[in-house]
């Protein structure tokens, strides 16, 4: 088992963009046990078969994860209406999805359940009632499943999910803080946002980016290391604040990306 301090280092599976076995393959490779899971394969029509090969792996899934399919990231401005469970079209679908995800992530041994909610927006009372009701759903079906609920960060301050996490109070939603997204959102300072949310924060991706010097549009992500994050620095707070779950590298762009994870579990090693 490969490891940065005393954290297990794994990868999000959806990063390779290869099947269940040639995941399999790179990850014995990197000598690597531990893997953030997407779960919606698992809903669909082969979803029997995908669980069969994801258990032949053995491995240890850190979280499951689930992603809606009609969510658009093209622009900043289209996800903001499209991500997570903001479309009220696709509502309350969307909640009876995530907590059939909850459920099977708990049959894999896992204890969380990863999703991207949306946007927060306090300053619309509407839409943030409807999210905060939202949210409790998803933390309850989750909770019934044995598991809690990880939201992603970035799509909003820290101060902001702060206050969200704060007045929600619910004992079963904490945190897959992704420092990258803080940077490609231009939303936060990653090391700054850590510090604030540190009691929430369960889970952790290791990605790294350069923000944008064109507001309302998307920064970039890069290898670990090479960009805004402050690798280092930010390992050091991961540390300070007595974090104990596992560092899983996530890598969605690029033309390298076992290049890339591989680059970033050295990396991490180093530390």
Not at 228 to 245: T, W
Request: glycine fraction near 8%; charged fraction near 25%; include cysteine.
């Amino acid at each position: 088992m490969q490891l940065c301090k005393s954290w297990p280092i794994g990868v999000c599976s959806w990063s390779f963009q290869k099947e269940i076995p040639e995941i399999g393959s790179v990850m014995t490779a990197l000598g690597l046990e531990h893997v953030h899971l997407n779960i919606t394969p698992a809903l669909g029509p082969d979803g029997d078969a995908y669980l069969d090969a994801v258990r032949s792996q053995g491995w240890t899934i850190t979280s499951g994860m689930l992603a809606f399919d009609y969510e658009d990231y093209s622009s900043l401005d289209v996800i903001k209406v499209t991500g997570g469970i903001a479309p009220d079209e696709h509502w309350p679908v969307s909640g009876e999805a995530f907590a059939k995800a909850a459920k099977v992530t708990k049959e894999l041994g896992s204890e969380f359940i990863s999703t991207h909610v949306g946007f927060l927006d306090h300053a619309d009372s509407a839409y943030a009632k409807k999210f905060y009701d939202r949210v409790r759903y998803m933390a309850d079906a989750a909770a019934d499943s044995g598991v809690a609920m990880l939201m992603e960060t970035g799509q909003e301050s820290a101060e902001e999910l702060q206050k969200f996490l704060e007045t929600l109070n619910h004992e079963s939603v904490f945190l897959n803080f992704d420092p990258a997204n803080m940077i490609l959102y231009d939303k936060d300072q990653p090391i700054d946002a850590l510090k604030r949310l540190a009691p929430w924060i369960k889970h952790v991706h290791i990605k790294d980016a350069v923000r944008t010097t064109t507001p309302g549009t998307w920064g970039a992500e890069v290898t670990w290391g090479e960009g805004d994050v402050n690798s280092f620095a930010f390992l050091k707070e991961l540390e300070d604040c007595g974090y104990q779950g596992a560092v899983v590298v996530e890598r969605e762009g690029g033309q390298q990306r076992v290049k890339d994870i591989t680059t970033a579990v050295s990396r991490l090693k180093a530390y």
